[in-house]
């Protein structure tokens, strides 16, 4: 049994849990907040838990073996760090921290102290993933990778009202890029690699996040186009071109509708079921890690979280947009 602590206490830790508890060898053992009684509130429909209000506490208690991040964007590589550390498996989610130095720093500590620290990036382990990478094949030479996620914040206008949110604000390492683009960018890299040379825009808001923006990349023989946004909705799907065909994706950051139409107009369906509570796949995926005492995901990477990041440092220095936790 993998006892685990969770780290924040919005509505995709519960999603988390929800899936996780899919997974025979998964146990809620403790919940982290600042405030005590907000803690006690998101864990009172769990059994049997023990409450921190201090992190050092928690990575050092008996309580866990393994800590799931849901906390801010900017305060991912503290707290990760702080329970590498003290040798406890991270699973954290995107980003995975604010830069690609931060992430360089979270593998270190995890090779050091020899524990699992994966990201908790969803689309790679579902099943109409896999059917992405096991049909891409039939499209035969790619030219065009087109990612395409827009979606109106829930925190758009109230951040419009004049109100400062987290999800707007620099200092938390967030914006349209981190919290939206990344899902395109995640597998961009998985299926084609780095690309060779990136052309970035993006319209900036006030606080200085980027609130939309696109991204072309150019590989030696086809392109990737990315568009992401937090201040408007596309209803459009993401799309894989080739010479014989076009993938169509309904939602690039989770798949569930998979389909190829080919240049005769034939129509090829490729969706398989995939469990609704799906962030089963990656709890999955990481508590065996830690059973078949493995340090690494070969699905989700080291190296691909760390070029993933790279990649976004990249954007956001073409864009101009700029985080606190860059210069430290």
């Known amino acids: 049994m993998i006892r685990f602590g969770v780290i924040g206490t919005s509505w995709i830790t519960h999603a988390f849990i929800k899936g996780a508890s899919n997974v025979n060898d998964f146990k809620l053992s403790a919940v982290y907040s600042r405030d005590l009684e907000k803690a006690k509130e998101f864990g009172k429909r769990y059994d049997g838990i023990t409450y921190f209000t201090s992190l050092e506490e928690m990575a050092q208690s008996d309580v866990i073996d393994a ?77 065009r990778y087109l990612g395409n996620y827009c979606q109106y914040s829930s925190r758009y206008d109230t951040y419009k009202s004049g109100t400062r949110v987290n999800t707007f604000d620099a200092s938390f390492s967030n914006g349209s890029i981190m919290d939206i683009g990344i899902y395109c960018i995640h597998p961009m890299i998985k299926l084609f690699g780095i690309p060779k040379q990136i052309t970035a825009s993006a319209y900036l808001l006030k606080s200085g996040v980027d609130g939309e923006g696109s991204v072309l990349a150019k590989y030696d023989d086809m392109d990737a186009v990315v568009m992401h946004s937090k201040i408007a909705y596309s209803y459009s799907p993401s799309e894989i071109q080739g010479e014989n065909g076009t993938m169509i994706i309904d939602k690039i950051g989770s798949p569930e509708n998979i389909e190829i139409v080919y240049r005769n107009g034939e129509r090829e369906v490729l969706t398989v079921p995939q469990i609704e509570d799906n962030m089963f796949y990656e709890a999955e995926e990481f508590i065996n890690l830690i059973n078949e005492g493995k340090f690494e995901s070969k699905v989700n990477s080291h190296e691909h979280s760390l070029n993933v990041m790279k990649v976004v440092d990249e954007i956001r220095s073409q864009t101009g947009v700029k985080f606190p936790a860059d210069n430290k």
């Open 67 to 143: 800590v799931y991040i849901a906390s801010p964007n900017s305060l991912h590589y503290e707290q990760s760090i702080i329970f590498l550390k003290n040798k406890k498996h991270v699973i954290c989610e995107k980003a995975f921290a604010s830069n690609s130095k931060e992430v360089e720093v979270m593998i270190k500590e995890a090779i050091k102290n020899k524990v699992v620290l994966m990201e908790a990036l969803k689309s790679h382990f579902l099943p109409n993933f896999k059917v992405i990478e096991e049909n891409i094949y039939k499209l035969g030479k790619i030219r």
